[in-house]
Structures are given as C-alpha cells and as structure tokens.
C-alpha cells in the first residue's frame, strides 16, 4: 500500500513555530501532491496559550502562498488530528515530545516522521546523550527497533514502508553522504581515524534565546565548540559502523543564517588515483536526485547549496594517492530538515522522490 | 579645579558587563594617564548574584591588557566606591538605576557621567519617555536642571565643570552634530521639516536576549523600528531647539555589529552653493578634533569610522542649492557611547581632550 | 493572439552570465509550462570566446534542474534563435547592448522582455543618462513609443499584447509600487517633495570587478551613493507623473547579498487616519499577487522577501495625521528583475500571472 | 648596538596602499617612540603614475591620527628614503618586489622587515612556489642565509640583531605558535599525521580585483581552496622541523573581513591528562605578551582577537588523553601582518616588545 500513489494524503507538522517547521511548511503549502487540503499546523507543547495563532504571523514570509493566509496554528491536539484524519505527523518538536509523541501517534493511526534526534539511534548507550530513557513511554524499545533512519540514498526502500522515520540531523547527513561510498567500498583506513571538521550556519542551533544565538556573538565570529562531545556523533557511528576512536567530529559555529561544509579527512587503505574516488561517488549516487558529485578538483561550495535540497560533495587526493581531503555542502533547515523529510514524505507515499523540491 | 590636571583620578564604572561597559573598560585600562591604578568594575543591580566576576570572564577579549587580568567585577556598593575615594563614576546602566543612583553618587562627593538616557531630557514631558517620574528620587529635579549634556563639540565649557555629565544617545550624536552648524547659522527652512533617515548596527540594542537581537532576525536583513517614537527624539528637539513637528527620525536595524549612517534630508531657507555649506561645517568643527568633515561630493562611510571616536560628516547640495543630504557617520559603541564618555572625562578631568582615544 | 494560452512558447536569454541571468535561468528551467524544452541560453556581446560554456559552469547551482546539466551557452547569433523559432527574447545585458539588439529581434518577429535600463524611459531628456542616443539604431524612436514598461501591477493589460516590455529598475518597482496607490489617489503633497532612502544589496551592482563590490568595501558597511543622481529617478518621474523637484532619492549600499528596503517620507494634502491609508493599498492591489500589504503599524523586512517575488508595502501615520512613512521592500534580483521578468512573460503567453513563481 | 633604546628610529613603508600596509601606517602613527617623525609612506612598483598621492585617500579611516593628514604616499624612491636616512623599511609589496628590493634597501644600510614570503623559506626547493630564483638578484642567496623569521616568541633574541627580518605568514603564525610547544616536548605523534584545518576572514587575499574577492562570493558562503597546496606550508615545515607527510593544511575563505581560527588536530605519542598539555603552554608563553593560553574547556573565538596583536590558543583533550584538538586565533591583518611587524621592530629597536600594540 504505501508504495502506491495517494493523491489525498492528509500531513499535520507539530512544532512549526521554529525554522525547520517554517521551512516544512513553506514546501508543503506548495507542494504539487498537496494543492486540494493544507496540511494542519501545530504548536509545541511549550506553546499552548499562545494558540491558535496565524500562521503568517509566525513566519510572515509565507504570506501568498496558497492557504497560507487562512491557516490558523493550534495548540497540538490528538482529537483533532484524528478529526482530520492525518495520515502523516512530522514532528519537528524538541526530542524530549519527539520521544513521548511518536507511540501515541502511531497508536493513532498515523506515519511518523521525526525531526529530532528522539528516535535516529538504536544503541542505548549512544542514545544517552538525549536522556530520554527515564520516563521513556510504553513500546519505546520496539519502536525504536522498527524505526528507519530517514536518509533516502541509504535506506530509500525501507522508508517507503516505514511507519517511523527518524529524520537525520543536519551535520550527520553532511558526514554521512561524504564519507558511506568508501566505508562501502572498504577504501578508508579506519585504524588511523577519521576527522570531520565541519561548520554550520547559525539557523542550526534553532530559535532559542541564547546568548550563542545573539547577532553580536555570532557575527564576525568562528568558535568550534561541543568539541569531543557532539550528539550527532552517534548516528555516524551508526550509519557508517564506526567504533567511536575511528571517527571525530569538530562542529563551528559560522557567522552565517544556514548551510553546512564540512572537511573530512580519511587516510586511504591503498593507493588510489583521482578516476577511481570520483567512480566510486559517481557510481554510488548514479539515481540519487539530491546528490551532486562535482568533478575533483572542483569542490563544494555553501552559496550554491543554500535554499535547496542538494548534498554536494568534492574531494581533492594527495600526491601520494593516500590522504583524501571531502567536502561536503548542504542547507542545514533544507537537506539537514525540512526538505529531506518532504524527500521521506514522496517515499513513504510512493511519489516521485524530487516531488516539490526542485 | 575642574580644569586643572589631576593626575591620580579615581574611577568606577557600574555596569560594566553590557558592550558599552566593555568599550569603556578597554578605554580606560588603556588611558595613559589612569596608568597608576585601575578603575573599579562594578555590575548591575540585577546581577548581584554573580559577582564578584574576573572581568575577563565577562569580557575575554581584554585579557592581556593593564590590570585586566587581576580585576574582578564586584556587585554595587556605595561603601566600597568610598573606600576607593572614587573621583568620577560611570554609569553604564539601564535609565531606571541611573536615576536612582545618581543623587546618591553625588551625595557622596563623586562627579557622574551617566551613559544612560536617564538625565538627558530637561523637558518633562519629554522625560516622560523613559517614565522615570513616578519613583524620582529626592533632588532629582534640581540636579536635571544642573546636568549637563555631553557632547564636547557643543558644551565643551559647561563639561568640564559639571557634576553630572548625561552622555548623549548614539542616534542623537550622529543626528545633532551633523545638524548644528546649520541650525546656528539659520540656514535651515525648518517650516519644511527635517527628515532624519538613521541606521544602526545590533549593539546599539544592547545585550538582552531578546528575538530582535538574535542572529537570525538581523542578518540579511534591514528592518525600520520606532517610527513616529524612539525615545532619541527628545535630544534632538532640545539640542537643537526644535519643534516637534519639524524634525523626523526613522531608525533602522542594520545588519553589522556597529557604526550609525544617518542620512539627513534638508531644505535650506536660501540658495547656497556647495562652498559655503563646506565652510560653515569646516569652521564650528575647527578645533573638534573627533569631528571630521569631508570635501564634497566625498561621503563619510561606516567602515571608516568603526572602532573610533570619530563622528565623520559629509553632504551633498542639489543643483538649486536648496536642497541638502547629510550623511554623519559614528561607532555607537564608542562615539556614540563609551569613548565620548572618557572624552567627557578628559574634559573634566583638565586633560587634553583626546588622551587615550586615537 | 498573445492573449490566448500557448504551451509551447520557445524563450531565449541572452547574457545569462550574471546575477539576474543566474536567477532567470533557474526560474524558466522549473517554470510548469516550459517543461517540453528548455529555454537557449546565450553569453553577453563581451564574451565571444569563451562560449560555448556549460550552464553549470556559469551557475553551479543550478545543477541538478531539469536540462540544467546537458545546456551549453552559447555566443549570441541571430541565426541560432532563428533557427530555434524563439517566440520570446529576455535580454540580461548592459543597456547599450539591449538598445542596439532589440530592433533586430523584433524584426526577426520576436517578443522581448528587456532587463536593462535601455527602454524603460519615454523622454529622451530622461533617457540621456544612459547616452544611447548617439548611435541609436534605426527604428528605435517607434520601438520606444511602444515599449510598455513591465510593471504588471500598474500595466497588466498593456504587457499582455506588447511585443516589447522594459522590465522596470530594482529600485523604482520598490518606490513606484509604494507610491502609486496615493498618487493615483491625490493624496500627496506633492508641492512639499517626496524623500525616498533606498537601501539595497550588493547584488545590485552586478558582478563588475570593480573595489565598490568587494566584500572588504561592503562588509560591514553602509555607504550612500549617487545622491541626486541616480539613473532610476527618471522612471520614477515617469511612471508616478512627477516633476523633478517633487522627489528626491538616495541609494545606499548594503552588506547584504540581495534585497531591497526603501524608506520614504511623504506629506499628505489632507488629514487622513490609518484606516484610509490602508484601505487606499488594499484596494489598489486587490488582486495583484505579489503585492503583500502588512497592516500598519507592522512593517515589512529585507528577510521576509528575499528569494520571492513578492514585494512587501507598509506604512505609519504620524498622530497628526499629515505624516507618511512608507516602507517598501523586495528582492533586487527577482521582484526588481528576474521573477518581474518571468511574470510578464506569464502575462504576454497568457498563462496565469503567478505560474511559476510561487 | 640593536639593542640599546634609539628614540629617532627613522621607518618608511613601501606598499602602504594594501590592507597590511593600511593597519601599519595607522600603528607607526600612533606609535610612542615614533611621535617627533613621522613614517615615510610609498606606493607599490605597479603604481608609479598615482602618486604623491594623499595618505588619507588611501585610507580615509586615518584622517584625524597625528601627522596623517598631512603625509602624501610617494612612488618608491631609493634617493628620497636616503635623504631622509631611513634606519628601517617595512615592504608591504608583492613577493617578487621584495626579493628584488631587500638587497638594495640592505646595500642603502637600511634594516628590513618585510611582509612577503619572499624572505620567509631557507629551503630552495619550498622557496620554489613562489617562483623568485629565475632573477634573483645578486647576494640573495647570503641574505637569505641571514634573514629571521620574524616570530617574536620563537626567534626573539635573533630578531633583535636581525638586518632582514621576514614577517611570518598569517596562517602560519596561527599554527605555529599552537603547535610549537608540544614539538618541542617531543609530544606529537609525527607519523600519524597533523591536521590543520583553517578558516581565514577575506582580507587575507588583500585587495585584488578578482571574483574571488567580491562580496556576492564570499558573504554568506564558505569554501575551501588551495587544498594540499597552499604557499604557507613550507613555513610550517621549516619552522616545526617536519617532513611533508607529517602535516596537512586546508585554508577555507570565511564570510568576514578579518581574523583566523585553525583548529588542529595531532595524536600524541603518550596518554596526557589536561594538565599537563595546559603546563606545557604556559610555560612556554609564560613571558610572551601577546600569546594568550585560555584555560581548556574554554576555547579561542576569533571575535576576541580581533583588531589586536594577540594570539589566543586553546586545547581540548580527548578522554582517553590521546587526541588533542588545538584551536588558534589571531587577526590576519594585526597578528598575522602588520603588527607581528610593529612587534618585530620594537624588538630590533631594542624598545620594549608591547610598546604601541596595547
């Protein structure tokens, strides 16, 4: 069933208030799928005296698009998702809800796709860092188990069954697109370690009143920071079935709204000449709409990621053949967020996987 | 004895974890005749929980400098200003504390300067702005009356025997002193109305952590704000003895840490030629040594001013000579905040009137 | 006839390279009813040699669109667009060179949209800021009086049937769209003089190798330019009726990629309250798309516009009622260029004003 | 004789017009020992045809500074700079200028330091990518031979009798001072591999009209270049005594006018704890003034060096005390240009090494 097309199907965002949920609900307004009824928009737990609430009020630029000037953000509501009869809930919610929402949903009837690292790791020890085993809820443990890790070039066919899907997190989807064609292929001398010395525009660190997030803290700057201690360094491990001494992210904050670059270094197993890294990109994302493989020694850059749902990925080799220098481009709110999840939305309801996002 | 040199001045600064505390810190750790001892650090009245505070931890970048890295930041407290005989103190607080306090400093033998817009105003009801009137504290009227504005282009004389210094609002100064030359040489139909079209970058907001202030509002971004009502229209009116109705002022949020453009729309009240507008500028700013006038057509621009105590004024005059642009640019921060302030001090103190600020 | 729908409309852009040609490309690769064959592009008058070049050689990001990556841009040639049957010409060069073309491909029985300033003024006097007439080519006073200036807010009708429409100046659709209600309403004195403060991006400029565009002049930056002397003050003298001393406009530079914010200072001819004004916008721009009306007293903002067609009107009334501020903004490249471009396109083809565009 | 105090040290600067040679007239101007006369400021090679030229045109910011107003920028002349018995020369200039001019300046009995990497690299072959050897001029080879690199806190006691002091560049400073005390401890793991991943403000490519250096490419972008082939390497090389595979460094273009933060990744060949990594840097900057050693977790940030002369390090270890992550900030334009050159004329001046640069 879910690979057939369904042109009605019904969506629902809770958390829209933030800037991944603006992004969502900017390409679900014009979504080609989408024109008969609006998705319903939702506010987060946090918010629920100041419901319901314009959409446009909360991000002024949706202003025009269709629906957008009618729509009215309410506080989350289970009734009146089952009055709409949602079928598909993203949950772009603090992990904390993420993590207590996602079985009552399910237990409701609906697909899930999550946006928070709640549901993206299935070692207990890795998911730690989130802290949400104290009052985990009920059938936790078998969710967790069944949910897919929502990044369509690894795992396309199961997200098109899937009833949950975990959206990856911005900087891991930038680290894992570079780096899975060569632990595929088995080139990357994992004994010497990986580096990941990524920066990310400010959007990343959401839209809370923090002094990181100030303009005069930001601007002009660059600071590395959770250095040794970064939570998206768990589905690294994961996806890429790394052992934690095998890999290490630097995350920065740029002095930019959005994007992500990333430079990974890798130290090959055995000599390679450029024709073959570029092969084993090319082939590996030969049908992924959403991955640009630029020609070595051309190399990524953010401006021309930004507002899109691409990946881009570069390399440059050394003279050696052995040290490998990647890097890795996207929109941490759009390929990091929002527009992958509408890529895992087009799978789950068995569209075309580019539908609405070119 | 204002004006004589004295050597050994004593200074504090309350307030000092905001920008402008910051700015004033650096001025004056650096102030080569404030070689001998340091200034006192002191908080704000909201923070007395904090402290005492290494100074370096609130302001990192002043590591390294005289004193800096030994001096703590201790909560207000009158007992330790006159333990410290402290001559002049700084008030880089909000209006409300500079209201209270400034009896009180006075009351015990210090001489102020108050950063805040607490003792600019003369008028009453244009005080009424920052409504401070309710809880005035006792004397509060005889000491307006004696206040004196500090813009040492304008008040040099009156400066340097004050008691209470009010430094003037960052808008206000780059407004007023482009302005001045013009309104004393009557040159300005001000039956026409003045338009004042300023913008400023994020620090002059300050460092709350409000959804204005984050990164993500102001980058990439230009908005208008307090049209028709921001609270430096007093100075303006007083300053330069104006009528409400011919003087308009519409600031805007640029999008850089600091510096003020303002540009200024005037109709004069006779033909002039671009000569004589050049001479009338050149003269009222003969000896003003942090005003720098610039040959037209040639426009001042914020980078040049940026991290000075320079406020650059430049115009240009229409082909019916009836009509001028100004354009006056400054460092909010500094110029517009903290370095005017050890300007002012200098003057009080007798010193030369640019020591420690080129 | 250019009233009736035509799918399969054969469009060209000559001058592809820069910033408008850039966004122009990606707005017709993914417009709807263009999906059959994709547009030719073709390089500038200056660049012979170094075509043929990959499109995403010249635009990387705009790899990944449909056709996107097979496109080669080519040297402008007559025949080619001969050969292709172009029905519709879009010319992105500088002025002298759309001036000396347009003739010729009308005469080849194309329609054009032009970008630059070269067709946009019908009083010659007004026009000799662009020095063209010295060699201007044969026919070009007819081709001129019938130019339709491509403001499809203010000439719908007009745009549908012309064969050629000058796309209108980045600045003046965001002052003329701000304007035109209240003029046609007679509302402004305009005895008393209009001020219009226009801020805009660095894109703006173009992509000349010139200091003013480098990111060490316009970082951190604000600079007015060109004050009573900017070339599109005469479009704003035509499209609003006005004579020179009833409007003064001062450009300034932002340090910002794209986006527009005019500021503009206006003196009714009768008291008037907020209700009116704002009825006075609603109704002019009912059922004009991308004409967004904020109510007073909110104001739009750079951000809420950029990489949209929208432009954003709001305004506040000073308590007298006699005082206009009017804010205005838009995205240069594409309300003040290419997406204004695209919907006269829609217009002229007969398809639906917003048909890729939102 | 170098080391005893001079009062009237004679200094001229050859390139004043760049943005180096811009931050070194403004810290000569101001500079204590430098107040009875003023610097003498030349053009560049390329710019003969400009000059006298007057100083503030240049560089508008320096109006107002002692003498600045006064001084005109002459087309280099060997003849003026001995009429005018220049003790020191500071060349600002391209490399090839400054390999051909040192020997003259030396022949003329003229100190130098110079800011290229004309002088920096004693190794023919690494000296190779700047392409000099094919004219190089007579006596070049024993200059060399005798030329310092001028890093205060590694060659102090050479520069002070140094005739030929070559400025370090601004990435290589960075990574010097972060990596030269754990060199010499012996602690790094040489054949593991260091990892220098850098991120430099635009300012650093200087003022070159080239697409590089526009705004529209570098604001809100990032991007790497000049992978496993930037000219800085060999000074790593030369001055922490490494082999070429022992170190590998990627520059990437930040979004702001200035500053560097290199994070540094090295495997150490022993477990450490915090401590004695923290012991180590104190120790060696213990009398260094402008090397500031934060104390780990707490981490440089480029926005606290910034329009200084300091050097922030900083470090954090990993928990099995075996990977240790380095970050280095400096000002590119200050630190990393002109004022490591002010600092390096103190030192030869024998006055005290701070004097001018707090």
Known sequence: MP??????????????????GG???????????LT????????????????PTPLTQLHPELSGLPFADELQVSAFDWKQLERESIDLLFLATP??????WVPDAIGHGMRVIDLSGAWRLH???????YKLEDRDPAGAATLQAEAVYGSPELHGPAIKKATLVANPGCYSTSIILALAPLVRANLIDLGHGIICDAKSGVSGAGKALIPNNLFMHAADNLSAYAVFGH?????????????EDQIQFTPHLLPIPRGILSTIYVRLNKKCDRAEIQSIFDQFYFDAPFVRVRRSPQLPQIQYVVRTNFCDLGFQLSSDGLRLVLISCLDNLLKGAASQAVQN??????WHEAEGLL
Chains 1, 2, 3, 4 share one sequence.
């Open 345 to 350: 939305m087009n799978l789950m309801a068995g």
């Open 3 to 20: 690979d057939s097309p369904k042109q009605s199907l019904r969506t629902a965002v809770a958390g829209v208030s933030g800037y991944a």
């Open 95 to 100: 992990h904390e809800q993420s993590r207590a």
């Open 23 to 33: 992004e969502l609900a900017r390409l679900l307004l014009r979504h080609p799928q």
């Open 231 to 243: 939570r998206h360094t768990g589905e690294l491990l994961e996806q890429l079935n790394l052992a």
């Open 123 to 129: 070692s207990d020890s890795l998911r730690a860092v």
């Open 36 to 51: 008969s009824t609006p998705p319903i928009f939702l506010g987060r737990l946090s918010e629920p005296d100041v419901h």
